[in-house]
């Protein structure tokens, strides 16, 4: 029995400037869930590499993983439009940047954010976290 919980990303221009809310992704532990990302809806996607915008693209409006387990077989799919990557190609072409206890996964060679976690197991990339299916 499956459960998904998820929060929309919402960005309001108001009177004191633009206002970011985060998509927090959280699944039901004990269950095997797939992340999905694509490449083209990083934060930053397109942007030069900067450490300090990677933390700011993290923080202003990226995705947040909350409950991964490589335990309960979760896995993470790297979209490229309608194409999934390889596994392999997922981990040759991501980094991982940390700061203030989060690991910020960006497209490596930009400041492209697509996720972060306080989960130790997402502190670095690892090709078995993810899928192509």
């Known amino acids: ?5 998820t929060s929309l990303a919402v960005a ?3 009177t004191s400037g633009w206002s970011f809310s ?4 959280s699944f ?3 269950v095997q869930d797939t992340f999905v990302f694509n490449l083209n809806e990083a934060n930053g996607f397109g942007s030069n590499f900067n450490p300090a915008t990677i933390q700011s693209n993290a923080q202003f409006g990226g995705d947040m993983i ?3 387990d490589p335990a309960d ?5 790297i979209m490229d439009g309608t194409d999934a990557l390889s596994p392999a190609d997922a981990a040759s072409m991501l980094s991982v940047a940390a700061g203030m206890g989060m690991y910020t996964t960006y497209i490596t060679g930009t400041s492209g954010v ?3 976690s306080t989960q130790f197991e997402l502190s670095t990339v690892l090709e078995s976290n993810f899928t192509d299916v």
């Not at 029995?1 to 919980?5: A, C, G, R």
């Open 66 to 68: 909350m409950d991964f």
């Open 1 to 5: 029995n499956s459960s998904t919980s």
């Open 12 to 14: 309001a221009n108001t």
């Open 28 to 30: 039901t532990s004990n």
């Open 73 to 77: 077989g979760d896995k993470i799919k």
């Open 114 to 116: 697509l996720f972060s």
């Open 22 to 25: 985060t998509i927090s992704l």
